[in-house]
């Protein structure tokens, strides 16, 4: 290798670049270290190292202004053989992959490109970004790629503050698509030591993003076995020792916050162009969902409005000071909605000092397994906190072995008590040691179902919400008279089953009043209407559920936004309910494509507000959406996959129902362009009646 193939130059010198540029220069190469932020690059070159990193300051006191130069001019590139790019590749708002900061520095580089040079692409991208790379350059310079010009995608593969060690011993990925650039980047990575896995670009990328999603995935797995055994009435951290202790074939994760800049968004890398890869869109949903289920675990026991709350851990990841994309934040915003007043402490970011956050805290979250948390013992936080504070740990980090407990050591229920024979024989709540146990909650959710002899799907679907919805929750079976064959089905369910309730239609006969009644009579905050024929991706309540909390009215499930599928189904039907729910929603501005779709959540204290006008049919979901979107209600949607029935009889009248849909159509539109309402809208609602039969 020549003296000048001994250059390189390093653009983005963040957590990945900085410590990738020091492992140079302390290899012998004559390193550039190029970022567009300045006075972090002066920082730099005052030797102050930026975040957290075993041996970093070390190398930076040693190398900088001397084997290593910083700087925001991307010229340098024309003095150094060896081109990396470690940048940035967030996703939008739409979670699609945002490849801004590359595209720019690609084009600043253009002109500086020279036969000989090696560009490196190091960052996370979306399969096929390499040689995307290679026909920008090549349709913009006379430079051919692997004959002139050599390009090779090696991801880096480090953890935050292992990344001088990691760069030396874990086995770097060398993708390249023809044998040249594959040479080159071989010798440029060979001097840092590791294993070296060749490969071609297109399966380097994807080598990288299964990597990190399959890591992701198993912390979402861990999550959903989490919310799983509460559901169960036993606590997580026991049943995994079971899993594994001396099983070869174990491995199952502890639960915890998963979160960060790449775990968080790589997913979408890959599944922006394919519409059912479901496990991974899942795996985020789940994960993403965490704070939410932890909030609701303690609202089951107190309110949090006024309290006093303490989250331990920002980071996203033990022991660094890496704070971007962490759940931590979501946390505190879903507190502060609650009315909560919050303090956040962490040992590695700027933050309220230990003893000043947890000072009188009602609640104290442990949201991150930092090393210095385990010192911490619940005496401690007791003395220091409010009298029967609660303490959430979901890294079990106190070794209590449960998620929810008191710091003075009290029961938060009676659940510990031994249950008799014949309690023990209704069903999943049977008796188990203490350390098995979890938080009973008291649900806030209601999930109403019409049926009309439903006796072949019922089961189905209540299982079906048994194990998918996480959110403490009862159920309402609402049915017309008490010989649908629905009833003596639920009635034997309801033995073992304490939050299934079975509701007698109080407006007369019909889906339409089966779910008035349900909404209205339900007596929960929120309100979920799913079919009884298992049409419905229930686990989608979870998601739906948590933009309640975070203030919406209405939550619309959505077939014809990106995520969202319908399988089956009569032709006619879904051409005309697509076509009506795309067309209001552009023509209106209605916050969602699906507005015919009966799978809604609603907040019950809005509905009140409107006199329901429907009198058949299924109209009464577009006309709470409608009514709800005029009066300036919060509207939101989540993507959701309906299947058509496989057993039973859909009693849905298309040429009976289309005009009712019709109508409220036509008050979306006028309502929104000419200024007026649908009568009702806005108004309060009529007086319920006495109240439907509850058994």
Excluded at 378 to 386: I, S
Aim: with cysteine; aromatic share 8%.
């Amino acid at each position: 290798m020549s003296d000048g193939a001994r250059t390189v130059a390093v653009f983005g010198v963040g957590r990945v670049g900085l410590p990738l540029a020091l492992a140079f220069a302390d290899c012998g190469y004559r390193v550039w270290g190029v970022d567009v932020n300045a006075p972090y690059v002066e920082g730099l070159k005052s030797g102050v190292f930026p975040f957290v990193e075993h041996g970093g300051p070390e190398l930076l006191a040693r190398h900088a202004g001397r084997a290593v130069e910083f700087t925001t001019d991307n010229g340098v590139a024309a003095n150094a053989d060896n081109l990396v790019l470690t940048l940035g590749t967030p996703v939008d708002e739409h979670m699609n992959p945002v490849f801004t900061q590359i595209e720019k520095v690609l084009n600043s580089l253009v002109p500086l490109l020279r036969p000989g040079h090696l560009l490196v692409l190091r960052s996370t991208v979306s399969p096929g970004t390499t040689e995307y790379i290679a026909r920008f350059i090549e349709s913009r310079t006379r430079l051919t790629i692997g004959r002139d010009l050599y390009l090779a995608f090696c991801p880096e593969r480090i953890a935050e503050g292992k990344a001088l060690s990691e760069l030396k011993t874990t086995p770097q990925i060398v993708g390249a698509d023809d044998p040249g650039s594959r040479s080159r980047a071989r010798q440029l990575f060979e001097a840092l030591g590791p294993p070296l896995l060749d490969a071609d670009a297109r399966s380097a990328e994807l080598a990288k993003l299964f990597c990190n999603m399959y890591r992701y995935i198993q912390f979402a797995l861990a999550n959903e076995f989490m919310m799983i055994a509460h559901q169960w009435e036993r606590e997580i951290y026991p049943l995994v020792r079971l899993v594994n202790e001396g099983y070869s074939r174990g491995g199952l994760a502890l639960p915890g916050l998963a979160g960060g800049p790449c775990l968080y968004k790589d997913g979408f890398f890959l599944i922006n162009k394919t519409p059912y890869c479901e496990l991974i869109s899942t795996a985020w949903k789940i994960n993403e969902t965490v704070p939410m289920y932890l909030v609701s675990q303690v609202k089951a026991v107190r309110p949090l409005h006024g309290a006093k709350v303490a989250i331990l851990g920002i980071a996203f990841k033990r022991d660094i000071d890496d704070g971007r994309n962490a759940l931590s934040y979501k946390l505190r915003k879903l507190l502060l909605a609650e009315g909560a007043e919050v303090r956040m402490h962490d040992p590695f970011l700027a933050s309220s000092p230990l003893e000043e956050a947890v000072a009188a805290a009602d609640v104290i979250f442990l949201a991150m397994n930092h090393s210095a948390f385990r010192e911490l013992k619940p005496a401690w936080l007791a003395d220091r906190a409010a009298p029967g504070a609660l303490l959430s740990d979901v890294w079990n980090l106190t070794g209590k072995g449960v998620t929810l407990q008191r710091l003075d050591g009290t029961p938060i229920t009676e659940s510990n008590a031994p249950l008799p024979p014949e309690a023990r024989a209704a069903g999943p709540a049977a008796a188990a040691p203490p350390s098995l146990r979890a938080p009973v909650a008291a649900p806030d959710l209601g999930i109403v179902i019409p049926v009309y002899n439903e006796a072949e799907n019922i089961v189905p679907t209540l299982e079906a919400l048994r194990q998918r919805v996480r959110v403490p929750h009862e159920i309402f079976v609402v049915h017309d008279m008490d010989e649908d064959t629905t009833v003596p089905v639920v009635r034997r369910l309801q033995a073992g089953w304490p939050g299934l309730r079975l509701l007698k239609n109080a407006y007369g006969r019909g889906a339409l009043n089966a779910i008035k009644t349900g909404l209205l009579h339900c007596g929960k905050k929120y309100a979920a209407v799913v079919m009884a024929d298992l049409s419905d991706d229930v686990g989608q309540i979870n998601l739906m559920h948590c933009l309640m909390e975070d203030g919406a009215d209405i939550v619309c499930g959505t077939r014809y936004s990106k995520g969202g599928s319908q399988t089956g189904g009569p032709f006619v039907k879904t051409l005309l309910s697509r076509c009506a729910g795309v067309s209001l929603h552009l023509l209106s501005g209605l916050p969602t494509s699906d507005v015919t779709n009966s799978f809604k959540l609603y907040r019950t204290d809005a509905l009140r507000r409107f006199e329901i006008e429907s009198d058949g049919g299924f109209e009464i979901g577009m006309e709470l959406v409608v009514k709800g979107f005029l009066a300036g209600k919060r509207i939101a949607e989540v993507p959701t996959t309906w299947v058509d029935r496989s057993a039973g009889e859909s009693r849905f009248q298309l040429g009976k129902w289309l005009p009712k849909y019709l109508r409220w159509y036509a008050h979306c539109l006028i309502g929104r362009w000419l200024g007026g309402l649908p009568k009702g809208a806005g108004a309060a609602g009529a007086a319920a009646p006495s109240g439907p039969g509850r058994s």
